[in-house]
């Protein structure tokens, strides 16, 4: 990947939560970038913790919002972006009116605010008024389960409208923030719903490029050795959300068993599988497993290994069509398969078709049977028309302004 820009970049901070997802964004604008020699990135604990020597700029923890304010005060930014605004009192890193306090406090300090909105817009014309049962029910779902009794029905309705506040409220405090989106404007020439204030990017280098590519594959330890070079790996990513939904639509023992024959399809094949899940459900595998393979249950890395282990396996897996992650397997052209359309898909009404109209433009990855046998046949036959689809997703993708051109632009609003 490289980029011969000099276009000389301003002082940006990006506060990011717990998701790895946030952080894969922030990383989607700022790699092979120079905007990394003028950008700080603010992490929690959890992530600080696994990234803080692997990523290409700054890295400092937060663990309160002193914290937060005394880096704001040293590095004097121009834009600070939170990643995201909507979801980060979501996670208690910051409370709603903290959240609200420092918005202001950026104001007031002329820097420019810019969120991230991982529901493509969703929730982003909400206020206070707009909190009633109603509309809870109206983009929430409460049929996840089958039978549920009424009992569950009435306090999920209860839990949505719980978080529909925390939306409304965050969505008040946000508007009048930039909204930055990864993906194109709806094709059917309607932009994302929400705020006016709205900016959309692509990053060139985020295109793999196979000759700067080494051969060998990234294990949890980094040891290159630790598996024949020539040997492919299939990549299953579940995450802590979507493992739980999994285990509440066909129970923990059925959940496991389903996992313990996909793993163990994919070793039939003569393929290596990395599976990166909760250590919950990765204590539950490791017994299940032969002991040659059992180092490929992980369950975390750092952001760094996790995109080499993306980028290299010949197939992914998700229980989650709305995963950040997907972006860099769609724009390479390389394959993906679901197994389930995840928590967001799932839970939130109108996730999927804006997702289908704004993120994959009107295309949808292959879905698979978890119950169907694993087999090189069938998936390569599944994967014949990829490349032609995600070729133009990423035609489209390419025509949106680079980072350099949405910094440019920001500063002048």
């Excluded at 717990?18 to 603010?42: C, K």
């Excluded at 992914?316 to 950040?324: H, M, Q, T």
């Excluded at 028309?385 to 489209?396: F, G, M, P, S």
Aim: with cysteine; charged share 25%.
């Amino acid at each position: 990947m490289t980029d011969n820009s000099t276009t000389p970049s301003p002082r940006l901070l990006f506060l990011l939560n717990n998701d790895y997802g946030e952080l894969a964004l922030a990383m989607y604008f700022l790699q092979g970038r120079d905007l990394v020699d003028s950008s700080t990135l603010l992490l929690p604990p959890r992530l600080f913790a696994d990234n803080k020597d692997t990523l290409p700029c700054e890295a400092r923890e937060y663990k309160s919002i002193e914290d937060i304010v005394r880096l704001v005060d040293t590095t004097k930014p121009d834009i600070v972006f939170l990643f995201s605004g909507y979801i980060l009192p979501n996670h208690e890193l910051l409370s709603l009116e903290v959240m609200a306090a420092l918005v202001q406090l950026l104001s007031d300090r002329d820097c420019k605010i810019v969120t991230s909105d991982p529901f493509f817009g969703i929730f982003s014309q909400m206020g206070p008024s707009t909190i009633c049962g109603p509309e809870a029910l109206r983009l929430f779902e409460t049929d996840i389960i089958p039978d549920l009794s009424w009992e569950y029905r009435i306090n999920s309705t209860c839990g949505n409208l719980r978080i529909l506040e925390q939306f409304a409220m965050a969505s008040h405090i946000l508007k009048d923030t930039i909204h930055l989106y990864y993906c194109c404007p709806d094709p059917r020439d309607e932009r994302i719903e929400g705020s006016a204030h709205t900016a959309y990017f692509f990053n060139p280098c985020l295109v793999y490029d196979e000759k700067e590519s080494s051969t060998s594959d990234v294990s949890q330890s980094g040891n290159a050795d630790s598996e024949p070079a020539e040997k492919p790996h299939w990549l299953f990513i579940l995450g802590a959300v979507d493992y739980e939904l999994q285990t509440r639509l066909y129970g923990e023992a059925e959940c496991i068993d389903m996992l313990e024959k996909k793993l163990n399809q994919t070793l039939q094949t003569g393929r290596r599988f990395v599976f990166l899940a909760p250590n919950e459900c990765v204590q539950k595998l490791i017994s299940r497993v032969p002991i040659s393979a059992r180092k490929d249950l992980l369950n975390f890395c750092s952001f760094e290994d996790f995109t080499s282990l993306l980028l290299k396996a010949e197939y992914v897996f998700y229980w989650n069509l709305a995963s950040y992650s997907t972006f860099l397997r769609v724009i390479n052209g390389l394959p993906m398969f679901m197994f389930d359309g995840g928590h967001l898909v799932r839970h939130v009404k109108p996730m999927s078709e804006r997702m289908a109209h704004s993120y994959y433009q009107n295309w949808t990855p292959p879905f698979l049977d978890p119950d169907e046998v694993l087999n090189t046949e069938t998936l390569a036959e599944l994967s014949k028309d990829y490349k032609q689809a995600t070729r133009n997703i990423l035609k489209n993708l390419k025509e949106l302004p680079s980072p350099e051109q949405v910094i440019k632009d920001l500063l002048h609003k």
